[in-house]
């Protein structure tokens, strides 16, 4: 097998006909940050830009065939969750990657799409507590789900801490901002590492989660250490954001391919 073939990162998340988030996101997020997205389905939505108007999960079964079926094929640099839709297919991919305890594995917390809409058939805040934090090399919960998955905690820091005190070994809140700025915090080693602003954008975005843990996997699957991975996964998303469009009625999609239309651009002009 060649040296020169891009890392492999694969990926457990629901599907968007809009191609604004979930295993849509993933995909373009990876493979424009220079890796090979493997993306395993766990669920079929069906949302617009608006909102989601249902989901179904799929097959337990099937999402482990799927998975199987790459991990015995290709060296897996990289893993990352998103959607799992139930208790039993996150308990399935849990049980998977601890045959591959190497791989490190990124979990986009995700319950809900970010109009509020729910993404799982029952709250997971318990299982991903107790069966997959424990299994994750980074976790990037947004503001909300930080506060849901650590109830006891009453600030970002102690979320953080509490995710932490579950065996997650690195914990990126997102979300946290002020009137101008937002503010991104990176924990491990059970404390802060590092702080990372940006300008706050005007508008709403649908998928910026979704992009922002895919990037995060990227990195680790190139073999950058967590710090540096975050960090570049972070200005990705940012001009992700700062390009982005409106298709639809709703909300915003980050353009994550603005690097080649600028490319375009410059051999246009």
């Keep these: 097998m ?3 073939n891009p890392p492999v990162v694969l990926v457990f998340a629901g599907s968007d006909p809009t191609g604004g988030a979930g295993v849509q996101a993933d995909i373009e997020a990876i493979v424009s940050l220079g890796c090979h997205a493997a993306p395993v389905i766990t669920a079929v939505t069906a949302q617009d830009t608006v909102g989601v108007k249902q989901f179904a999960s799929v097959d337990t079964e099937l999402v482990i065939a799927q998975a199987r079926a790459v991990l015995e094929d290709m060296p897996v640099a990289a893993a990352k969750t998103g959607m799992l839709g139930n208790k039993t297919i996150l308990s399935a991919v849990v049980s998977i990657l601890s045959d591959y305890p190497r791989i490190p594995l990124v979990v986009d917390p995700v319950q809900a799409a970010g109009t509020g809409d729910p993404l799982t058939e029952h709250s997971l805040d318990e299982a991903m507590r107790t069966v997959l934090l424990p299994r994750a090399t980074l976790a990037t919960p947004n503001t909300l789900e930080a506060q849901n998955l650590a109830p006891g905690a009453d600030t970002p820091d102690a979320c953080a801490q509490e995710l932490m005190s579950l065996g997650c070994e690195y914990v990126l809140t997102t979300g946290a901002h002020d009137t101008s700025k937002v503010i991104n ?17 005007d508008h709403n975005y649908h998928g910026s989660g979704c992009t922002v843990a895919a990037a995060c ?27 982005g469009y409106r298709p639809g009625m709703g909300q915003f999609l980050p353009d994550r391919l603005y690097w080649a239309r600028e490319y375009k651009r410059s051999h246009d002009d």
């Design 2 to 4: 060649s040296s020169h």
């Design 185 to 201: 915090r990176l924990y491990g080693h059970l404390r802060l590492l590092e702080t990372f602003e940006c300008e706050r954008l």
């Design 217 to 243: 996997s990227a990195g680790l699957a190139h073999g950058l250490d967590p710090v540096s991975a975050v960090a570049k996964a972070l200005d990705y998303t940012w001009q992700s954001l700062k390009q």
